[in-house]
């Protein structure tokens, strides 16, 4: 193994190892899916994680997305999840390249989504973001709004409704959030019993997240490091 790929395991093994402890102090064993977040890093990474037994990845921006899993050998290995802000301009791209979406919070971009995803044997699978914060500035619907964005996605036949995503407000306590986020995806399982997910939880807060029944962790920093962003 190269020095970086060393790197690599070591952070992955820690994390695997918190998302255990804290899977067994909620006293949960079901299954729990871990996303490692890839945006700022390169393909070669990304390699190196399939090579160590990840299956899922995350990606916030639609440009370094495309670029960069167009250079990754084992793409074929890998369900690229998109977990970004996303522009409705964008959202065509996003639609033919993710197998994920978890930052749906608004109906243009259902529409849009759902006119580029043509293939209904292969529907796109989609989160709806909920804002756990009255400043909304890292996106998501208002907890009043998600309903009716649940049932415009399950209404639609290239898009298949899978449930919920949040961030945790900035600076603030988690444990509030993220059982707030649990309520929300209670009221929606009545009306649509296959939207299970709940995504949340990231290097700070994965903790937190699986105590209120997250199914989706988005880690990014505790496995690969931090590094500037390059723009
Ligand atoms: C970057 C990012 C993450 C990962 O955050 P880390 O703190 O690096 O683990 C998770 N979710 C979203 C939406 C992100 O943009």
């Not at 937190?208 to 505790?222: E, N, P, S």
Request: glycine residues 8%.
């Amino acid at each position: 193994m190269t020095e970086r790929a060393t790197e690599i395991a070591t952070g992955l093994a820690q994390v695997r190892q918190r998302i255990v402890a804290a899977m067994t102090a909620a006293g949960r064993d079901d299954p729990v899916t871990l996303v490692v977040v890839t945006k700022h890093f390169p393909a070669a990474d990304v390699d190196a994680l399939a090579a160590l037994g990840v299956t899922d990845v995350g990606e916030n921006k639609e440009q370094e997305a495309r670029e960069k899993y167009a250079a990754v050998a084992r793409r074929a290995d890998l369900r690229l999840h998109f977990i970004g802000q996303l522009q409705s301009n964008k959202a065509a791209s996003v639609a033919r390249l993710a197998d994920v979406v978890h930052s749906v919070d608004r109906v243009k971009l259902v529409r849009t989504l759902a006119r580029h995803r043509d293939d209904p044997s292969d529907p796109l699978d989609v989160l709806v973001q909920v804002s756990l914060d009255d400043r909304a500035d890292r996106g998501g619907a208002a907890p009043a709004a998600v309903p009716a964005l649940c049932d415009e996605v399950a209404a639609s036949t290239t898009l298949r409704l899978r449930g919920l995503m949040a961030v945790a407000p900035r600076g603030g306590d988690p444990d509030p959030a993220f059982a707030r986020l649990r309520e929300v995806s209670d009221g929606i399982r009545a009306a649509h019993p296959d939207a299970t997910w709940i995504s949340a939880g990231m290097s700070g807060d994965l903790e937190a997240a699986i105590r209120h029944g997250a199914t989706h962790l988005r880690v990014g920093t505790a496995i690969l490091g931090t590094r500037l962003s390059l723009g």
